[in-house]
């Protein structure tokens, strides 16, 4: 085989506790299941990879065990051989054989990527040409479900100078219900937080136009998806007539939908997530597109670990704008440590690691102790 074949292709179900319950418009999360990706090369090196989801199947057509099955039988054989150097034509021979599947593709470009760094002795961000930051701005998303107990970390997060932009999830209750759960978290927190809403797309045209100018009135400062991604033209309505910006996120499933958002005119924001576009070129391709049309970024999330929480810090540390920040806080909700580093947040950012690669090693025996498989 080749001196620098990938040899292996691996992929893990680490199910993790989160520290509370997260509650989302489509579902709410009682723990968290990784999606780990281990690609191993015959140089020696070996990259980490992730694409973890939100709730089996509620938030996408990707499930856990889909991207686990669909790697193992599909992806990992296209692979095992292939130049691990060549990332580029790993990605196309991947395209060729296999149609969407974006997070099982996201996460191999990670590992890949995390190869390649450690091989070249340089961290992700340099591989991708240089970061323009060393830390990003991180939000936390209040989602427990209740308004007391979400001031109440709210201020938790504002007095360990850990978050001072918060994500709430709305749209599982009725729109009144909804933005008085609002209107109290910002009467609380005044202006020494950012307030943001997530409705996930559970409200219709109609429910939307009445409910973000209330949002508005209560101090909110930005709108997340509050309509569904299949409603084109309503979303393009919506970004008119809004007096709040509107961000999109399950919008974009693909680099090309990102596109036509931007030729329409649907939303001001881009929510930028790895798994959604199919891994970090694609991110940036769309990140490409946001910036030549003047659309904001914004940093987002699928609550992953440590090893797709990094992959996107790297690549959002190398863009020119991110407005919005980013909500990369995924390995702050888990209850476990499966890494030999903690991540490091403080005053509000995410630091980036200066290592090779990702810049983060597992803790083998804490894996073995979590993975679904192992135990
Ligand atoms: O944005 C989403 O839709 C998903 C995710 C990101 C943060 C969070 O709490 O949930
Ligand atoms: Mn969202």
């Known amino acids: 085989m080749h001196e620098f074949a990938i040899t292996a292709v691996e992929t893990l179900l680490v199910d993790l506790p989160t520290i509370r319950p997260h509650r989302l418009s489509m579902t709410t999360m009682q723990g968290q299941t990784l999606v780990l990706v281990r690609l191993r090369c015959a140089d020696g090196h070996e990259g980490l990879g992730e694409a973890t989801t939100i709730g089996g199947l509620s938030y996408g057509a990707e499930s856990p065990e889909s991207i686990k099955a669909n790697i193992d039988t599909y992806l990992a054989p296209l692979l095992v051989g292939q130049d691990a150097r060549n990332i580029n034509a790993a990605m196309a021979r991947l395209d060729k054989a296999v149609k969407n599947n974006t997070f099982a593709k996201s996460a191999i470009e990670i590992a890949l990527l995390d190869a390649q ?46 978050h001072n932009i918060f994500k709430l999830k709305i749209g599982a209750n009725s729109p009144a219900a909804d933005i008085a759960h609002v209107a109290a978290i910002k009467r609380a927190v005044g202006n020494r937080a950012s307030v943001r809403v997530d409705v996930n797309q559970a409200w219709d045209e109609s429910t939307a136009l009445r409910a973000i100018p209330a949002l508005a009135d209560a101090g909110v400062d930005l709108v997340e998806q509050p309509i569904s991604r299949h ?97 990369l806080f995924g390995p702050l909700l888990l209850t ?30 804490r894996l073995a102790y979590f993975a679904r498989d192992l135990r």
């Open 231 to 327: 409603n084109f033209a309503g979303q393009v309505r919506l970004a008119m007539r809004s007096p709040l910006p509107i961000m999109a996120d399950e919008s974009i499933e693909c680099v090309a939908d990102a596109f036509q958002l931007a030729q329409a005119g649907a939303a001001p924001v881009f929510a930028l997530k790895l798994s959604k576009n199919g891994g970090v070129s694609r991110v940036l391709k769309t990140a490409a597109i946001a910036e030549a049309a003047g659309i904001a970024l914004y940093g987002g999330t699928m609550l992953e670990g440590a090893v797709g929480t990094l992959a996107a810090a790297h690549a959002f540390a190398t863009l020119s704008q991110l407005t919005w920040g980013t909500e």
């Open 117 to 162: 760094g450690k091989r070249l002795g340089l961290p992700l961000s340099e591989l991708l040409g240089g970061r323009l930051r060393d830390a990003v701005p991180v939000a936390w998303t209040l989602a427990s479900g209740d308004t007391g107990r979400d001031i109440d970390e709210g201020e938790r997060m504002l007095a360990e100078r850990r």
């Open 336 to 365: 476990e440590e499966i890494f030999q580093q903690p991540l490091r947040y403080a005053d509000f950012q995410l630091q980036l690691p200066t290592a090779p690669g990702l810049g983060i090693t597992l803790d083998e025996e």
